[in-house]
């Protein structure tokens, strides 16, 4: 909390008065919200988090608070709370809640600006409130008095949820005026699509009364729920020695569900006493109802428990974890904590108390664990996300008020944030209409009023989907309204399925494929009645992946936990290494800003980097600089992530001055060493200003002109952001953060970008190109049926860069051993759909048998339809040396003079020499081959391939260089040895 300096006695008593009713209700133990307290800007009077154990020592603050005289400081304020008091080391923790409240009485009359701390604390996910006192300052006017855009500039957004303007200190009443209810509100996840067990002991240690708390406090837990078919649905088990389902999932009101709860009966046994303690019994009971569960529901268990188990538990805790199902625990009495934790298989999932009528204390944090659980899906990709919902008068207020719901549900699973995901909502009707745009809003709390604010807009029953779409394409995802040019894009299109103009809306959609927009399509209503043909071609294949159809909109509900799923599954592909090839240098600062202890975060999180990159797995190298007077090279570029990683953690810290200018230098010059043709990319860690500035500006400029990829970092408050985007590539290649404890919230946006940056762009550059593409896959004895599985996968990645639909590209695909399988093959055309492609693909059977290649292409060369006036591509692989090579040569010829443009990928046992009699040339550029590998190092090669692929389509339909859009190859013969 930060106040204004208060200028009259009386004003402070009241403030002081405020301070002990309004605050000493909060528990101030661990992950409890604290509070802190700055007299601005009295550094005196500033208490830290780690100051204040208690409410007693926050009391004890507020009433050490003095009158002031002075000016009113606030930008000064702010920027030494963001610097000294907002830090981990004062005692702020990452994860919990960030709230701030700044009380002031007067105009700003100092020189620091107010924007720019206030904007550093909300970049920290911290939702501030700005309380003005008195009134809106007059002209001339400094005290008693507030400046209302000063507020603004202060506070979150929106401003009417934030601000607050009231006449005098009397008035200071949170509650009043709604800020208590924002920082006391309850965890809640209503509509969480769930199957719920509460296993209950009724043992003999409980007793019939403190089974009733128990009852009760299961009853408790269940009503913060929706419940029904598509929302939470309840089972309870009651287990003694043995364990029976008092509630099954067929119960789908609340009311019932209390009414068998109520029901349960205290199991007695001789003497008074109930039975044992057979948890693991129970939880098998629980695991088997959960089995049943349909795709798509969170499957969670809630554990209650007052002693140590009779039987074992162990293995059956285990096998449902590795199902996949959440368990948390809640231990009484004499449960012992270490087994509940074996059965949670987390310490932070199982809580205790000494007695049953103190179980309704952890509802709050039990109720916060099962939300994160079932909504924190992919918490740390960057994302541009837009959600466009159909709001024509055919759907109504009550459904609206459902859709609207079931988007801050969704948008719950994404952590949001500048490098992490954004958000924009749009309505349609007969023309779009934005509700927030991209770069608006900036935390998760924001978004979720921003939807909630959302009313219908009750146009015309006639939707335009293809202005919308277009909205979406030229407005939305463009800069200019927030969208980064690096970040993956989603659109998720909420429709009832029926457009007047079907033609216009593929034309739309189509654009927005060739944009790398992943589309999903949710369709509400009856099926019979909505355009499938038209869903179907919006939706980004494979279709079964981005469409989902409900019947009403309540059913939505049902899929969200696949929609997040599937959305961060396409983010996560596209931002992925699996066809990224690279030459890197990381350079990292050690001078003497730097210190010691940061030095040892930055190499750990070098190190943990460089792992994320698959250097290994996908062929990237990497080169390590440390610099500071002296430029020291610490690994030059290396695929081996282990002696990486070991020479980094050797790198001693040796201060000095800020040699940016040289460090980059020398990186150049490492990266020339490597290969000629893959990405070259330049990672710049510092913390400081450069101390060589002359070197830097000469160095910027050969950089400028070498095509090196640079990304930079910059660390702490004293770095130069002119230095850094003038080193950058690219403003979207700058990062900034405020310490290096937080520079790993960069981490997954930083490596997504350098990813994507170094993988070939083909599917929206020829994606949807007139070719004729043919497989053919060796399926001979040597191939192994294990190795003809990851050919058919590679065979599907690959086609997927082109577009199936508009049956302007054909594929085809022909497996051979002995023979050809011309019963099994797929011919050019026939198939226009990927999903059926796929599904064709992987019911190809494995034969085995000998390797006759010369049949195959003498087969392909006589009976393929090509078509005379499009590219034809050949895509050929094999893993030996073929029994009837003797036609090998002719046969491949006679493709080549046909105007097939020849790709063979030879594996293992495959021989070099025979790969070119076929390939067509360059060889560099159409044989590939991978010695002493099986068959699953193909897919490493897939990025390669499509990048050649695409060359080749563009050069022959539109002459075009693709070396300007597209990254050129290089001569891969990798070893696997």
Request: with cysteine; net charge negative; glycine share 8%.
């Amino acid at each position: 909390m930060l106040v204004s300096q208060i200028r009259q006695l009386h004003q402070l008593g009241q403030a002081r008065s405020f301070f002990h009713r309004r605050f000493f209700f909060f528990n101030h133990n661990f992950g409890l919200p604290k509070i802190e307290n700055l007299d601005e800007i009295d550094h005196r009077k500033a208490r830290n988090w780690r100051q204040c154990f208690s409410r007693f020592d926050f009391a004890g603050a507020i009433d050490g608070m003095k009158k002031l005289n002075g000016d009113t400081c606030i930008g000064e304020a702010l920027d030494y709370f963001y610097r000294n008091m907002f830090t981990s080391q004062a005692g702020q923790r990452s994860d919990v809640e960030q709230r701030v409240i700044v009380m002031t009485d007067g105009k700003r009359n100092c020189p620091a600006e107010i924007a720019k701390p206030a904007e550093l604390i909300r970049a920290q996910e911290a939702e501030i409130y700005a309380i003005g006192i008195g009134h809106q300052c007059g002209y001339g006017e400094n005290h008693n008095c507030y400046d209302r855009q000063e507020l603004h500039e202060i506070a979150s957004k929106p401003a009417d949820k934030y601000v607050f303007e009231i006449n005098n200190f009397d008035q200071l009443i949170l509650k009043r005026i709604g800020i208590l209810g924002d920082v006391c509100q309850e965890a809640e996840c209503p509509d969480i699509f769930a199957d719920i067990v509460f296993v209950v002991d009724s043992s003999g240690s409980i007793g019939p009364k403190r089974f009733d708390y128990m009852k009760n406090w299961v009853k408790s837990i269940a009503a913060s729920f929706k419940v029904g078919e598509n929302f939470a649905r309840f089972s309870v088990v009651q287990y003694t020695k043995t364990a029976k389902t008092v509630v099954d999932f067929q119960t789908l009101d609340l009311s019932s569900i209390s009414q068998k709860i109520d029901s349960m009966i205290y199991f007695q046994g001789r003497n008074g006493r109930g039975g044992k303690t057979f948890t693991g019994n129970a939880l098998e009971r629980a695991h088997t109802l959960l089995k049943e569960s349909e795709p798509g529901r969170k499957r969670i268990v809630l554990l209650l428990t007052d002693g140590s188990s009779d039987d074992e538990y162990g293995p059956v805790a285990k096998a449902i974890r590795d199902d996949k199902v959440d368990i948390f625990a809640v231990g009484v009495g004499r449960a012992r904590k270490n087994e509940l934790v074996e059965i949670t298989g987390d310490e932070q999932r199982v809580w205790q108390t000494r007695t049953f009528n103190n179980i309704g204390q952890f509802n709050q944090k039990l109720l916060a664990e099962v939300c994160s659980a079932s909504e924190d899906v992919c918490p740390d990709q960057e994302l541009d996300l837009v959600f466009m919902l159909d709001s024509s008068g055919s759907i109504g207020t009550a459904n609206f008020e459902i859709a609207r719901d079931w988007l801050i549900s969704v948008t719950k699973s994404f952590q949001i944030g500048p490098v992490a995901t954004q958000v924009s909502v749009i309505q349609y009707t007969s023309e779009p209409i934005p509700e927030f745009d991209l770069n608006d809003f900036k935390t998760a709390a924001e978004v979720e009023d921003g939807i909630k604010r959302m009313r219908l807009q009750n146009g015309s029953t006639r939707t335009d989907k293809a202005r919308a779409l277009d909205f979406v394409s030229d407005v939305i995802f463009t800069k200019n309204f927030g969208a980064r040019s690096q970040a993956p894009k989603v659109l998720v299109l909420i429709s009832d399925g029926q457009d007047n103009h079907p033609e216009r809306v593929l034309e739309a959609a189509k654009k927005l494929h060739g944009q790398d927009v992943s589309v999903f399509v949710i369709g509400i209503g009856n099926e019979s009645q909505m355009n499938i043909k038209m869903m179907n071609q919006i939706a980004t294949e494979p279709i079964t992946k981005h469409i989902k159809y409900a019947n009403t909109v309540e059913g939505i509900n049902k899929f969200k936990n696949a929609l997040t799923g599937q959305i961060c599954e396409d983010v996560r592909s596209k931002q992925s290494c699996d066809s990224a090839s690279m030459d890197m240098a990381i350079v990292f600062d050690g001078s003497d800003s730097v210190k010691a202890d940061n030095f040892k975060k930055l190499k750990t999180w070098t190190g943990e980097f460089i792992d994320k990159l698959g250097v290994q797995e996908y062929g990237a190298q990497v080169a390590l600089v440390k610099y500071a007077t002296s430029i020291i090279k610490v690994s030059e570029l290396s695929s081996d992530v282990d002696e990486l990683k070991e020479k980094l953690m050797k790198v001693p810290f040796i201060q000095g001055k800020t040699n940016t200018g040289g460090a980059l230098e020398r990186a150049q010059q490492m990266l020339a060493e490597g290969r000629p043709s893959v990405p070259k990319i330049i990672l710049l860690i510092t913390d400081g200003d450069a101390t060589d500035k002359e070197r830097l500006d000469a160095q910027i400029e050969k950089l400028k002109k070498s095509n090196i990829l640079i990304y930079t970092i910059g660390v702490g408050d004293l770095i130069d952001r002119n230095e850094l985007n003038r080193i950058a590539t690219d403003e979207d290649f700058v990062y900034e953060t405020r310490d290096f404890d937080s520079i790993s919230k960069i981490k997954s946006s930083l490596l997504g970008r350098v990813c994507k940056k170094a993988k070939p762009k083909t599917s929206g550059v020829c994606g949807d190109i007139s070719v004729d593409l043919q497989f053919i896959v060796d399926s001979s004895s040597s191939v192994t049926r294990k190795n003809f599985g990851f050919a058919k996968n590679f065979v599907a990645n690959v086609s997927s860069v082109f577009d199936l639909r508009s049956g302007d590209v054909q594929v085809g695909v022909l497996t051979y051993s002995t023979n050809v399988h011309s019963d099994s093959a797929i011919g050019l055309g026939a198939i226009h759909s990927q999903d059926d492609f796929v599904e064709k693909v992987q019911s190809m059977k494995y034969t085995g048998g000998d390797t006759h290649t010369g049949t195959a292409l003498r087969y392909i060369s006589t009976n393929n339809r090509w078509r005379e006036e499009v590219p034809k591509i050949l895509i050929f692989v094999t893993d030996g040396t073929p029994q009837d090579r003797a036609i090998v040569p002719a046969a491949a010829r006679s493709l080549r003079d046909k105007g097939v443009r020849i790709f063979a990928i030879g594996v293992g046992n495959a021989v070099e020499s025979e790969l070119k009699e076929i390939a067509s040339e360059p060889y560099e550029n159409h044989a590939i081959f991978i010695q002493g590998a099986d068959y699953s190092a193909v897919q490493r090669v897939r990025g390669h391939l499509e990048r050649l692929v695409c060359n080749d389509v563009l050069k022959i339909t539109t002459g075009q260089d693709p070396s300007s859009t597209l990254s050129s190859g290089f001569n891969f013969n990798l070893s696997f040895n």
